[in-house]
């Protein structure tokens, strides 16, 4: 069993590790962050600095999990071999070998 995580703890390394490099301390908070989880609970007054990080750490978030949007269905969900866990739809290379030898059946058993 692995360590549970403590939110509030996580949030305050990120605010250590931005806020060194605000260039405006001086300005006022432009937010009031509030974390409460069952191992406690935080509050943060952040400025515009730590917010603009946010917003970057977020853009080049990247999840191990991602491996695309299913052409078929739309869902976010194919597993490691590229199946849809939604529709069934294998992507991918091999997913296509078998998509092409599907359709050339299915034309030989066109009368």
Not at 8 to 30: L, N
Not at 64 to 72: A, I, L, M, Q, S
């Amino acid at each position: 069993m692995s360590t549970p995580i403590d939110p509030a703890a996580v949030m305050a390394a990120f605010i250590d590790a931005v806020e060194p490099y605000d260039p405006r301390p001086e300005d006022p908070p432009v937010a009031l962050i509030g974390v409460r989880t069952a191992l406690g609970e935080a509050t943060y007054a952040v400025g515009d600095h730590v917010i603009r990080a946010m917003i970057k750490a977020l853009a080049a978030y990247r999840d191990p999990e991602d491996r695309g949007t299913c052409v078929e269905c739309g869902s976010r969900h194919l597993d490691e071999n590229l199946h849809c866990r939604e529709c069934g739809r294998l992507h991918g290379i091999l997913g296509e070998v078998i998509a092409q030898h599907a359709r050339r059946v299915a034309a030989e058993d066109v009368p």
